[in-house]
Each structure stands twice: as structure tokens, then as C-alpha cells.
């Protein structure tokens, strides 16, 4: 038989770490030091042993083969094995904490812990999930780098957390959603899935968690670590980890995750995906997941004054002499493109023109793919005789506790939240008469901009309708009217005015559907006739 020559053994890595903590043992064990770490291939494979006595009698040992090492701040570390995995759950050999004594030893272990790992990579040796830190994450195959980089960048910075700390609607609601459910976090193991701050950590040590991981991918985990380290009470029970969760390994399972991953339309930034992610990686079966479920709500509108100032944007390329040049060629491709950008701002209720339907997402079930595309059927009855200039959208989440079930709303008429409301306007409103259906579609496609194309089309029935401008009095006619806009590229209006003239006996909560679940189902309808807009500014809502 033919033998392999034998390899000569790589010289070991010799370190010393302050301490560290044995997190399998209830209380976790603390064994200090100094502590010599080593790494080293006398048994035959990379492994980093740590010596728990001088005379090298007992040791803790890791195969670097199955090892994850994550930093959890300047001076500490998170060093974990992987035990056995099966279909649907990976669980964990053994995990602690290191303590180092400088900054510069600190980085010397990960640096010798990465040119170790990178030689179990080219020995051709299997990692969790098949990857190495550097590697490709699955976040990274869907997400440009550019957009990644802003939308790191942007939440890293403390100014960004402090504006929405100051959202008291939603803080208070998160607070309050934890504070009232405590059964469900007393003695529980709880993930906080991009925590930014650390607040919601905060909110669950308060409540009682037995250990939170605290998973923050941007610079904010280093805030977050100062903050909890300022309530140090809270703070003995809070393992801050830097990275993304769809990387990071964790030492057990979580019996409840906490999240904030709401965007504009709910579904803007694409966090919701990270956020059902971190539920099939780390929840335990029969979970709890904090929000629960998702609505996005939507009904139609009739806003005079936002249409007329959107349209006017444009007036600039009318220009046919502007320093000798004519413009007008790109009127109408300008036209169309402030008509794409979504609308943010807060608005008065009574702008509603009929019920709202709602599409729910529930947390706990929905798949990641599910998210790609979200395609919502529309169907409404006109309260009212109105030019309808397009959809109006908000949304709300369900905290299902055990004890209160609590949501958070960001309805119009409710208290105003950061994430404020979103309007999309057609360019060609369409008009209706009392009690007329409108139909259409609401088709939202993921982008690797961490956002949506969301395309509308709304349709009147065509029964005794009325076009307005030319045409006006030649009724039945079908009027569809489409658009497609970037949510990525929003029109931020929250300083305009807000000057309505609405009828008196309309209520501003009258066409607002509170708790209704139920989805209505349709057909599209495919018919398509756009008139041009109309110079006609005046709306009557009755």
C-alpha cells in the first residue's frame, strides 16, 4: 500500500488571555487568569487548546474545524464549537467567553485565529454552513456592496438611533409590548436581531431574560456595547456580537427574538428577510417572535394639492428658451419621474376616498422568498364623488404576547411615527361617482438596492363614470390608470403644508379599518384607457 509522506506539524501559536467563562455550566464558570491559549496540530488537526492550569493537565480544546471566534468588543471575545447538526437544528459543543488583558493581544488572537481557519479552507476541511468569515454570505449574493455600505454606514452613526429612540410611539410601544409580557421573557434565552442601540437588549433584560445576544452587523455594535456596559445590572446578562445574522453562530438556541426591522411600507430596506432568517437559524420550535405579524394597509385618495404640486415640479423643463435652450423634450420624461418617487409625509384621513383593504404577513410563518415579490389584489367601494389621484399606504405590527397582545400603528390620524405614511400618485387620476368600484393591483418586486419596485394600477368600474377634460361627458367609460415608483427613492414632504377643505360630516377615523385580518380576493382588471391630465385643480370631497 502506498503511504502519504508525513507533514510536518505548523509551529504553534502561543497567547495569554486575562480570563474567560464557561458558558455551558448555569451560572456560566469563570476561571481566571493569566491563561495560556494555544494553537497547535499535534493531534492531527488544527485545534486551539486552552489551559486552564500551569502544569497543562486540563485543558478546553476546539477544532478549528467547526469553531467560529466573534468579537464583542475591544477586549472581549465569543469562542464557540460546533456539536452536531441535524435538518433543523445545528446545537453547539461548547462555547466561552475571553477575557483579554490589551487591545493588542486581542488582535493578534483573531489575526493568528483567521490564518489558521484559512488553512483548514485550503485543506479542503468543512466549516459551518460550508463558509469562513470572508466568504460570500447569503446577504451579500441578494444585496449590492454599494447599498450595503450606506445602509451600514447610515445606521452606525448615533445620531440615526437617537432619532428614533426619540420616536416615542414606537419606543414606548416596544417598551411596552416587553414590559407587559414579561412571562414570555422571564428565563428565556432572547435574540435581538439587529439591535442597533441595544435598546430592545436593554428592554428584555429588564423583563427578565435569562441571556440576550444582542446581533448588530453595523459600527453601532460598539455603541451598543459602551451603552450596556453603563447598566452593568442589565448588562451581566447581554452578549453583544458583531456581524450579520445571516453569519453569526450562536452558542443555543433563542426562545424569543426581538426585532425593529420596519421599513417605510413595512417592507423597505429588506430587514424583514434577515428578521424570518435569524427565526429558521435560531428560534426554537414554537418560538416567539416580537412583532409577530405585519399589515400593510391601503386605500384610495383624492388629494388636490399634492397632485398639483408633484405635477409642477416639472414645469421647469416647459422652458423653450432657458439660457437659448429648449427644454421641452424632457417635460415629459421629468413628468413621469417625479410621479415615481412615493410620497412620505403625514395626511389628514379624511383624504380617504373609500374603506381600506390590508395585507398581512405573519412573521412566524412567511418564508424569506416569499418576500421577494409580494403581489396584493385591490378592491374598493367609493364613499364618495372624487378625482382619486392614487393609493394610499401605512402599516402596523402585532406584538402577540402571552399576557397583551399590543400593536404598533402608523396610521393616518394616529400619533405620527418616523416612518410617517406613503402615498403613490398616478400621473393620470382617475374619476369616480358614489359607491363605484375601483380595482387594480399592487405588485411590489425586491431589488438588490435593498428596496422595491412598486407597480400600481387602479381601475374605476367604468358604471356612470366620467372622464375629466376632453371627453368629460361622454360616460361608462373605463379609466385605468398605472404608475411605477422607486420606494428606495421616496419624495420626503413631512414640512409642507397641510391645508384641506374637507365636508364636515365626513369622521376622520370613518374609513379606517382597525383590526380587520380578513384579505378580499379579485381579478385584475386588464382594460387600460388614460386620459391626459387634466388643468382642472379643484377637488370636492362630499
Given at each position: 500500500m502506498?503511504?502519504?509522506?508525513a507533514?510536518n506539524p505548523?509551529p504553534?501559536?502561543?497567547f495569554?488571555v486575562?480570563?474567560?467563562n464557561l458558558l455551558?455550566?448555569t451560572?456560566?464558570k469563570?476561571v481566571?487568569?493569566p491563561?495560556s491559549a494555544?494553537?497547535?496540530s499535534a493531534?492531527?488537526?488544527p485545534e486551539?487548546?486552552?489551559?486552564?492550569?500551569?502544569?497543562g493537565?486540563?485543558?478546553?480544546?476546539f477544532?478549528l474545524?467547526?469553531t467560529?471566534?466573534f468579537r464583542?468588543?475591544?477586549?472581549?471575545s465569543?469562542?464557540?464549537?460546533e456539536?452536531?447538526?441535524?435538518v433543523?437544528?445545528?446545537?453547539?459543543?461548547?462555547?466561552?467567553t475571553?477575557?483579554?488583558?490589551?487591545?493588542?493581544?486581542?488582535?493578534?488572537?483573531h489575526?493568528?485565529?483567521e490564518?489558521?481557519?484559512s488553512d483548514?479552507t485550503?485543506q479542503g476541511s468543512?466549516?459551518?454552513n460550508?463558509?469562513?468569515?470572508?466568504?460570500?454570505s447569503k446577504?451579500d449574493?441578494k444585496?449590492e456592496?454599494?447599498?450595503a455600505k450606506?445602509?451600514?454606514?447610515?445606521?452606525g452613526?448615533?445620531?440615526?438611533?437617537?432619532?428614533?429612540?426619540?420616536?416615542y410611539v414606537?419606543t414606548?410601544?416596544?417598551?411596552?409590548?416587553?414590559?407587559?409580557?414579561?412571562?414570555?421573557?422571564?428565563?428565556r434565552?432572547?435574540v435581538?436581531?439587529g439591535?442597533?442601540?441595544g435598546i430592545?437588549?436593554?428592554f428584555?433584560?429588564?423583563?427578565g431574560a435569562?441571556?440576550v445576544?444582542?446581533?448588530e452587523a453595523?459600527?453601532m455594535?460598539d455603541y451598543?456595547q459602551?451603552l450596556?456596559a453603563?447598566?452593568?445590572i442589565l448588562g451581566?446578562?447581554?452578549?453583544?456580537i458583531k456581524?450579520?445574522v445571516?453569519?453569526?453562530?450562536?452558542?443555543?438556541?433563542?426562545?424569543?427574538?426581538?426585532?425593529e426591522p420596519?421599513?417605510?411600507?413595512?417592507v423597505n430596506?429588506?430587514m424583514l428577510?434577515?428578521?424570518?432568517?435569524?427565526?429558521?437559524r435560531f428560534?426554537?420550535?414554537?418560538g416567539k417572535?416580537?412583532?409577530?405579524v405585519g399589515?400593510?394597509h391601503?386605500?384610495?385618495?383624492s388629494?388636490e394639492?399634492l397632485?398639483v404640486?408633484?405635477?409642477?415640479k416639472a414645469?421647469f423643463w416647459q422652458q423653450?428658451?432657458y439660457?437659448?435652450?429648449?427644454?421641452?423634450?424632457l417635460?415629459?420624461t421629468?413628468?413621469?419621474g417625479?410621479f415615481s418617487?412615493?410620497?412620505v409625509?403625514?395626511?389628514?384621513p379624511?383624504?380617504?376616498v373609500a374603506?381600506?383593504?390590508?395585507h398581512?404577513?405573519?412573521?412566524?410563518?412567511i418564508?424569506?422568498?416569499d418576500?421577494y415579490e409580494?403581489?396584493?389584489p385591490?378592491?374598493?367601494?367609493?364613499?364618495v364623488?372624487?378625482r382619486?389621484h392614487?393609493?394610499?399606504c401605512?402599516?402596523d405590527?402585532?406584538?402577540n404576547?402571552s399576557?397583551?397582545?399590543?400593536?404598533?400603528?402608523?396610521a393616518?390620524?394616529?400619533p405620527?411615527?418616523?416612518?410617517?405614511q406613503?402615498r403613490c400618485v398616478l400621473?393620470?387620476?382617475?374619476y369616480v361617482?358614489?359607491?363605484?368600484e375601483i380595482?387594480?393591483?399592487?405588485?411590489m418586486?425586491?431589488?438588490?438596492?435593498q428596496?422595491?419596485?412598486i407597480?400600481l394600477?387602479?381601475s374605476d368600474?367604468g358604471?356612470?363614470?366620467?372622464m375629466w377634460?376632453p371627453?368629460?361627458?361622454?360616460g361608462?367609460?373605463?379609466q385605468?390608470s398605472?404608475?411605477?415608483l422607486?420606494?428606495?427613492?421616496p419624495y420626503?414632504?413631512?414640512?409642507?403644508?397641510q391645508?384641506?377643505s374637507v365636508?364636515?360630516?365626513?369622521q376622520?377615523?370613518q374609513l379606517?379599518?382597525?383590526?380587520?385580518?380578513?384579505?378580499?380576493s379579485l381579478?385584475?382588471?386588464?382594460?387600460?384607457?388614460?386620459?391626459?391630465?387634466?388643468?382642472?385643480s379643484?377637488?370636492?370631497i362630499h
Amino acid at each position: 500500500m502506498d503511504t502519504l509522506p508525513a507533514q510536518n506539524p505548523k509551529p504553534h501559536h502561543n497567547f495569554t488571555v486575562d480570563s474567560i467563562n464557561l458558558l455551558a455550566s448555569t451560572p456560566p464558570k469563570h476561571v481566571s487568569g493569566p491563561l495560556s491559549a494555544v494553537f497547535g496540530s499535534a493531534s492531527g488537526f488544527p485545534e486551539l487548546q486552552f489551559f486552564l492550569e500551569p502544569d497543562g493537565q486540563h485543558s478546553i480544546n476546539f477544532d478549528l474545524r467547526t469553531t467560529q471566534l466573534f468579537r464583542l468588543g475591544e477586549l472581549q471575545s465569543l469562542c464557540v464549537s460546533e456539536g452536531s447538526e441535524t435538518v433543523k437544528e445545528k446545537t453547539f459543543s461548547k462555547g466561552i467567553t475571553i477575557q483579554f488583558k490589551e487591545e493588542e493581544e486581542s488582535s493578534s488572537f483573531h489575526g493568528a485565529f483567521e490564518q489558521w481557519k484559512s488553512d483548514v479552507t485550503i485543506q479542503g476541511s468543512t466549516l459551518p454552513n460550508g463558509t469562513i468569515s470572508s466568504s460570500k454570505s447569503k446577504f451579500d449574493d441578494k444585496i449590492e456592496s454599494s447599498s450595503a455600505k450606506m445602509y451600514f454606514h447610515y445606521y452606525g452613526q448615533l445620531l440615526h438611533q437617537q432619532n428614533m429612540l426619540q420616536d416615542y410611539v414606537r419606543t414606548g410601544s416596544y417598551y411596552a409590548a416587553v414590559m407587559e409580557n414579561q412571562a414570555d421573557f422571564a428565563g428565556r434565552v432572547v435574540v435581538d436581531v439587529g439591535a442597533g442601540s441595544g435598546i430592545l437588549s436593554l428592554f428584555a433584560a429588564q423583563a427578565g431574560a435569562k441571556h440576550v445576544y444582542a446581533v448588530e452587523a453595523s459600527e453601532m455594535a460598539d455603541y451598543a456595547q459602551k451603552l450596556i456596559a453603563g447598566n452593568p445590572i442589565l448588562g451581566q446578562r447581554i452578549t453583544v456580537i458583531k456581524g450579520k445574522v445571516e453569519d453569526v453562530e450562536l452558542p443555543e438556541k433563542a426562545d424569543i427574538l426581538i426585532s425593529e426591522p420596519m421599513g417605510t411600507l413595512l417592507v423597505n430596506e429588506r430587514m424583514l428577510e434577515s428578521y424570518v432568517i435569524a427565526r429558521d437559524r435560531f428560534l426554537v420550535p414554537n418560538g416567539k417572535m416580537f412583532p409577530t405579524v405585519g399589515r400593510i394597509h391601503m386605500a384610495p385618495f383624492s388629494d388636490e394639492y399634492l397632485y398639483v404640486e408633484v405635477a409642477n415640479k416639472a414645469l421647469f423643463w416647459q422652458q423653450q428658451n432657458y439660457y437659448g435652450v429648449d427644454l421641452t423634450a424632457l417635460h415629459g420624461t421629468a413628468f413621469q419621474g417625479y410621479f415615481s418617487q412615493p410620497v412620505v409625509d403625514a395626511f389628514d384621513p379624511r383624504l380617504l376616498v373609500a374603506p381600506a383593504v390590508s395585507h398581512v404577513i405573519n412573521f412566524t410563518t412567511i418564508k424569506e422568498e416569499d418576500l421577494y415579490e409580494i403581489d396584493v389584489p385591490l378592491k374598493f367601494s367609493a364613499s364618495v364623488g372624487t378625482r382619486v389621484h392614487g393609493l394610499a399606504c401605512w402599516f402596523d405590527v402585532l406584538f402577540n404576547g402571552s399576557t397583551v397582545q399590543r400593536w404598533l400603528t402608523t396610521a393616518p390620524g394616529a400619533p405620527t411615527t418616523h416612518w410617517y405614511q406613503l402615498r403613490c400618485v398616478l400621473s393620470q387620476p382617475i374619476y369616480v361617482m358614489p359607491g363605484q368600484e375601483i380595482t387594480g393591483r399592487l405588485h411590489m418586486i425586491a431589488h438588490s438596492a435593498q428596496s422595491y419596485t412598486i407597480n400600481l394600477t387602479m381601475s374605476d368600474s367604468g358604471c356612470a363614470a366620467k372622464m375629466w377634460g376632453p371627453g368629460a361627458e361622454q360616460g361608462g367609460i373605463l379609466q385605468t390608470s398605472s404608475c411605477r415608483l422607486d420606494l428606495k427613492e421616496p419624495y420626503y414632504r413631512m414640512s409642507q403644508p397641510q391645508a384641506y377643505s374637507v365636508a364636515q360630516d365626513q369622521q376622520p377615523n370613518q374609513l379606517l379599518q382597525s383590526q380587520d385580518l380578513q384579505l378580499p380576493s379579485l381579478d385584475d382588471d386588464g382594460s387600460d384607457f388614460i386620459q391626459q391630465p387634466s388643468n382642472d385643480s379643484t377637488v370636492h370631497i362630499h
